[in-house]
């Protein structure tokens, strides 16, 4: 625990100097915080309005999943059974299981066990790492019968069961795929990004820059990557599924 | 512009307690010092100098439309020009100017003065919201050098799916700019939640901020789905996703959804703040508290919130059903009520105040007046059955030329006259101000209200020629615009001479009550407040200041030298358990 506050009192904001040149400031805290505390909700505010621009981003591509299967339903239920819901479903729960570990290391990092909090961000990255290899292999799976988004949409063969050849006699079906690529598409940059950041703040943690007494940018990355998860949960099913 | 030496007194004091005589501008000099600043001022300021640049070129653009249409034919340019420059005229003017134009220029500046903090809450951020911005901008000039971009600033699809040229770059600046646009917004949220001073509770904030807030929440909830639509329009041309273009499939009706989704609520990013500057120009250019605090307050979150219900009424003729037509029809009547509470609330503002005609004045008085015509044909477009007639006319050019350029603009203006002592420390030429607003009023009013009257007489929008009998009422509008040009370049000349000869400026030149005003030097501290204020009433309560202001009889009225300065909030104390906390 780095203890680098100079009184034992509970943190109330109001505590701190509010003079400028103040000497006693905490290592983290910055000139223009009256405390850690107005600090710390700052940015948690912040992260959630970022999370909230993150939905709406989605939301548009919802939006056109919805307009599209409502035009044209039987298309996306056929489109639909050529993804492997397995695989999704694999997916699913490896995301799940890294929302569970980036949680659990926010809970010790909270405790102030550093270490422990470290081995589980790079828990994390290792399961999102898992995500991307099931995904790229799905994808191939799909560009191997001329499965492309859009222009380059031509479907041919037969695999796993699965008669791809059939989808070109549908009338919309590169609509499905085009919204398939593009949304589990910017979803996987998200969990890139999520990657790098999760891996910052993991260098951070083992180098000992958090403790208890702050983990701001460990909570907030944990919030990211449960979005990211969240996304996933209504991908998986709209996609796979339905 | 001697008066108020007492706020300077005040201020002066303050400085030498403290034994460090610098201002903003002094501290950390040099371009890198300033590129690398996360002094909101100095952000403001930064932002203010590349605004102004794209408002020059992009009135520069508007001026050569103007020419163009002066008479019949080819003027000065072909038709395929002609289409590139008023499309680069509106995207640049609305994506790149206008959006960020209040919030990124006074919200910087003044909204951390304003509520009593040091800094907005992501100093870092900010800085990289001018970067993301200046990103944008040069994408945008890539765009023309890849050849330009026809579409209109709408981007329809299928056309702007097809066109050749440089609509990917522009896009893409739009995508990239929107979050510059996000930053500022999700920036000022978290500022105005967490960082005020004490005693500034939610009823004691200045108006300004209140118009920031809803422009924030704006920004934050309505920029993304431009993002998305932009990143969807580049798919479809470079891979022909096929969720727009009809020709593959696609919706083009969509995309005018996803366009307007944003676009109309993006009239009141640009607006909202306007209403903010407006509030703060009355009441302190009335000497008067100001009229209905919350009733403004929170209509301009009405505003906010109906904003984002009210994009179909683009989109009468874009063959949507009848019944969404009707209902986003009556759901457009409805913002003319929080508008006119406004409008209504600054008027009885005014009644029987202490009114003092300065440039700032000024300013809000022709908003008051040109607002109210924008809003007013804003009700008429909103009408269905009259919509048919009007849409795609210059009556919908005018219309929204009076809301932007008649609101958005003059508050702008109005409120860069304002504050100019506060961020130059110098002070602007009054006279040379006035008859500035007076050429920028009439060139307006003649170079806008003849397009309304040649719309409703049917003369289409974007086109290049037009018949016989709209070319009277073409010329008065060329020739009005010519005016407004040389009221705004006198604005140009008298701001950039009064930086470097301007009589100094004293800390509280307007006598206004806020703190920005009453709080901090002249020129304020890198820091803003030398000691934190403790605030202790409402930002227009000129009256709780009666002792300095006498009873208020006849204090103002043009009188500047007869103006006491409402006194300086006191200090916070420092080691106070009891301190009221942000909630």
């Known amino acids: 625990m780095a203890t680098d506050t100079t009184t034992d009192t509970p943190a109330a904001p109001a505590q701190t100097e509010v003079d400028l040149h103040d000497e006693e400031h905490l290592s983290h805290l910055q000139h223009h915080f009256v405390s850690s505390e107005q600090q710390f909700d700052s940015a948690k505010l912040g992260m959630w309005l970022f999370l909230i621009t993150e939905v709406l981003l989605f939301s548009g591509m919802f939006v056109a999943y919805a307009v599209f299967r409502q035009w044209h339903p039987e298309t996306f239920a056929a489109a639909s059974q050529t993804l492997d819901w397995q695989l999704g479903g694999l997916n699913t729960v490896v995301l799940l299981a890294s929302s569970f570990t980036i949680a659990l290391a926010i809970h010790f990092i909270q405790k102030g066990e550093a270490m422990k909090s470290f081995w589980l961000q790079v828990g994390t990255i290792a399961l999102a790492g898992v995500f991307l290899v099931v995904k790229y292999f799905e994808y191939t799976s799909k560009f191997e019968h001329g499965v492309f988004p859009g222009a380059m949409f031509d479907p041919h063969g037969v695999a796993h069961g699965v008669d791809y050849g059939a989808l070109a006699s549908y009338a919309y079906a590169p609509q499905f795929f085009s919204i398939y690529f593009v949304m589990t598409g910017i979803h996987g940059f998200h969990v890139v990004v999520g990657m790098i950041l999760i891996g910052w703040i993991a260098s951070r943690t083992y180098r000992g820059h958090f403790s208890s007494e702050y983990y701001t940018h460990i909570e907030l990355s944990g919030l990211y990557w449960h979005l990211v998860d969240l996304v996933w949960i209504f991908l998986f099913p709209l996609l796979y599924l339905v | ?583």
């Open chain 2, 1 to 583: 512009m001697d008066a108020a030496t007492k706020g300077a007194e005040v201020a002066h004091e303050e400085h030498h307690d403290e034994a460090h005589d610098q201002n903003y501008l002094q501290y950390e000099p040099g371009i890198w010092n300033w590129l690398t600043t996360k002094d909101h001022k100095k952000i403001g300021i930064m932002y203010a100098v590349s605004l102004a640049l794209v408002f020059l070129v992009a009135g520069v653009l508007a001026i050569m439309v103007r020419t163009e249409l002066v008479s019949q034919g080819e003027t000065i340019m072909d038709a395929d020009t002609y289409n590139q420059v008023f499309t680069m005229h509106g995207i640049l003017m609305v994506f790149l100017f206008l959006v960020p134009s209040i919030p990124a220029i006074l919200g910087n500046f003044v909204l951390p003065l304003q509520i009593g903090a040091k800094d907005v809450a992501f100093p870092r951020l900010n800085l990289a919201s001018w970067y993301v911005y200046m990103i944008g901008a040069i994408m945008t000039c890539a765009a023309l050098y890849f050849g330009g971009v026809d579409t209109g600033w709408t981007f329809y699809t299928p056309y702007s799916s097809s066109t050749g040229g440089g609509v990917i770059w522009m896009t893409s600046a739009i995508f990239v700019s929107g979050f510059a646009s996000i930053f500022t917004g999700l920036n000022f949220i978290v500022t105005i939640h967490k960082m005020r001073a004490p005693g500034m509770t939610w009823n004691r904030l200045p108006l300004f901020v209140w118009g920031l807030y809803a422009t924030s929440i704006v920004q934050v909830l309505a920029t993304p789905v431009i993002g998305i639509t932009m990143l969807l329009l580049i798919l479809e041309r470079t891979m022909g996703i096929g969720i727009f273009d009809p020709a593959l499939g696609g919706d083009p009706v969509l995309f005018q959804h996803f366009f307007w989704f944003y676009s109309h609520p993006a009239v009141y990013i640009m607006i909202l703040p306007a209403f903010g500057v407006l509030s703060e120009l009355i009441a302190t250019f009335s000497r008067q508290r100001i009229f209905g605090y919350r009733a403004i307050a929170l209509s301009s979150v009405a505003i906010a919130m109906l904003g984002f219900l009210v994009w179909g009424h683009h989109m009468f003729v874009s063959g949507q059903s009848a019944i969404s037509s009707i209902i986003f029809s009556l759901i457009t009547y409805l913002i003319g009520i929080p508008s006119g509470i406004k409008v209504f609330n600054w008027v009885a503002t005014m009644y029987r105040g202490s009114i003092w005609l300065q440039t700032p004045m000024l300013y809000a008085l022709s908003f008051l007046f040109l607002f109210t015509i924008g809003g007013f044909t804003g009700i008429m477009v909103g009408v269905l059955a009259v919509d048919v007639h009007l849409h795609d006319t210059y009556y919908v050019v005018g219309h929204f030329h009076y809301v932007m350029m008649g609101g958005s603009v003059m508050a702008l203006l109005g409120g860069m006259h304002y504050w100019w002592p506060k961020i130059t420390g110098r002070m602007y030429n009054e006279t040379l101000g006035k008859i500035a607003v007076f050429l920028i009023f009439v060139g307006f009013n003649a170079t806008f209200f003849s397009q309304l009257v040649l719309g409703a007489k049917g003369m289409p929008r974007r086109y290049y020629d037009y018949v016989d009998r709209f070319e009277a009422l073409h010329q008065i509008s060329t020739y009005g615009s010519y005016v407004l040009a040389l009221g705004l370049f006198i604005v140009l000349f008298y701001g950039v001479y009064s930086m470097f000869f301007g009589p100094k400026a004293p800390a509280n030149p307007w006598a206004a009550a806020t703190l920005e005003w009453t709080n901090v030097a002249a020129l304020p501290d890198p820091h803003n407040f030398v000691r934190t204020p403790l605030v202790t009433r409402g930002p227009y309560d000129f009256h709780l200041a009666d002792e300095v202001f006498g009873s208020g009889d006849g204090v103002g009225d043009g009188q500047a030298a007869s103006l006491d300065v409402p006194e300086p909030a006191p200090a916070a104390p420092e080691p106070s358990e009891e301190a009221p906390q942000n909630a």
